[in-house]
């Protein structure tokens, strides 16, 4: 079964980048399409990257696209969000997930395809 924990998640002010990491234990880390999402207090959580099993494939919320960048490097069973331009808006839990994928390609933006989560870890962007 597979393990996820995040980390780098913090404070900073808006316009900074930050980069926060999930790593994955317990599974061969190249068969899942991985994913980040994201969660306020009382909302829905909301879909933000997601990079196939080979890493060459990604797609991203619309909300993010040219400040956010998922890559992941399998020889350390790792997944990357580096977040830059952030904005007040950003604040939120991050979770990764991971999802064993049909092919090298796939990746899902569905919280639905996901079958493993992290705990997750709190970005805060002040104003």
């Known amino acids: 079964q597979v393990q996820l924990v995040e980390s780098g998640g913090g404070l900073v002010q808006a316009g900074d980048s930050l980069g926060v990491s999930c790593a994955a234990s317990g599974v061969v880390f190249s068969m899942y399409a991985m994913g980040w999402f994201r969660q306020t207090p009382g909302k829905e959580r909301e879909f933000v990257a997601a990079?196939?099993?080979?890493?060459?494939?990604?797609v991203y919320a619309d909300f993010v696209k040219g400040r956010f960048t998922i890559a992941r490097d399998n020889a350390k069973s790792s997944v990357f969000l580096q977040m830059n331009s952030l904005k007040p808006e950003d604040t939120a839990v991050y979770y990764c997930a991971a999802t064993q994928a049909q092919n090298s390609y796939s990746r899902y933006t569905s919280g639905s395809d996901y079958r493993a989560w992290g705990q997750g870890t709190q970005v805060t962007v002040s104003s």
């Open positions: 990079v196939s099993r080979n890493g060459a494939s990604t």
